[in-house]
């Protein structure tokens, strides 16, 4: 199935740096919608986009959806040990969601 | 936020049997439920979509008689893997759409699969 690219693949940074992972598309959406997923549970909403160009924050967290609505940004503020785990883009038109192929972030103390 | 919840969270059983996975909308009414499935180190990919009172919509590649799914009320959908063998053997996770608009999908907790 179509998925989305997301980069990096995999993120090992120190607690308290910033961190910035993206993701791409060929195809257009109407909604960006960036989730996590801890090990063995389902993903979790950070935060949704609904217009083209928007940037949006949720605590340390800040995404844009990009102007051509093919890409999105999330970032992440002052990393914490608890912000370990798999993020995934989702780009959603009509009624599915195209999920990206995750970045996986390790934080070390 | 919604809560979905799903029941079993483990389930291990011999190659040949059927097993039955519940997705429960908990404070809401979803009228459409998803059904992915993730194997490991992958992303979620969509195997269906259920809609209340109809048949299920399923992705391609995906074999309907294999995977049944029944949306019998407004807050439970059900998947069966029907005959499961080990490549069967996966995480299966559920949404619903909720929100003022329907624009939002709230994800169970998973099932975790394993066909010996």
């Known amino acids: 199935g179509q998925q989305l690219n997301q980069s990096p693949q995999s993120m090992f940074i120190q607690e308290g740096e910033d961190v910035s992972m993206n993701c791409t598309s060929s195809?257009?959406?109407?909604?960006w919608l960036w989730y996590k997923q801890d090990p063995g549970e389902g993903p979790v909403l950070l935060i949704a986009l609904y217009k083209a160009g928007e940037l949006t924050s949720n605590g340390r967290l800040t995404a844009q959806f990009g102007i051509t609505r093919k890409d999105s940004f999330l970032n992440i503020s002052a990393s914490i040990p608890s912000d370990v785990g798999i993020y995934f883009c989702?780009?959603?038109?009509?009624?599915?969601?195209?999920f990206g192929t995750g970045t996986r972030l390790q934080v070390f103390p | 936020g919604a809560v979905v919840s799903q029941h079993p969270s483990w389930v291990i059983c011999k190659s040949g049997t059927s097993v039955k996975i519940e997705c429960r909308s908990l404070d809401f009414q979803a009228t459409t439920m998803f059904w992915y499935r993730q194997f490991p180190k992958q992303s979620l990919m969509l195997m269906a979509t259920?809609?209340?009172?109809?048949?299920?919509?399923?992705e391609q590649g995906v074999e309907k008689d294999k995977f049944l799914i029944n949306h019998a009320s407004l807050t439970l959908s059900t998947l069966t893997v029907t005959s499961a063998h080990p490549e069967d053997s996966s995480f299966y996770i559920c949404s619903a759409l909720a929100g003022q608009y329907q624009e939002t999908q709230y994800f169970g907790p998973g099932t975790r699969l394993l066909v010996l």
């Open positions: 259920s809609n209340e009172g109809s048949k299920a919509t399923y």
């Open positions: 989702a780009g959603h038109n009509t009624d599915k969601l195209i």
């Open positions: 195809s257009i959406f109407n909604t």
